[in-house]
């Protein structure tokens, strides 16, 4: 699974607004989940269980996100069925 690095600030803290980034992500492409590709809801689920507990935050798990969010606007806006 991608995303298992701990991205640190300047302070040497985990990053918190990654976490942030991406918990809100989850939440957008909750939103959308039936619109995803098999491939995609796959890994949405990962990342939303990933993401329930506490964890190390993956800073390619919020780039993740933000794809499956484009992809759909993209097919979307192509009139790409899934």
């Not at 964890?55 to 759909?72: P, T, W, Y």
Request: glycine share 4%; hydrophobic share 45%; no cysteine.
């Amino acid at each position: 699974m991608h995303g298992t690095h701990l991205r640190m600030s300047e302070t040497g803290f985990p990053d918190l607004k990654t976490l942030v980034d991406i918990k809100n992500l989850i939440d957008q492409v909750a939103l959308i989940e039936d619109k995803l590709a098999d491939a995609e809801k796959g890994l949405y689920h990962e990342l939303r269980d990933k993401y329930a507990s506490e964890v190390a935050i993956g800073f390619e798990d919020k780039v993740l996100l933000e794809v499956m969010l484009r992809n759909v606007t993209i097919r979307k806006d192509m009139d790409i069925p899934i």
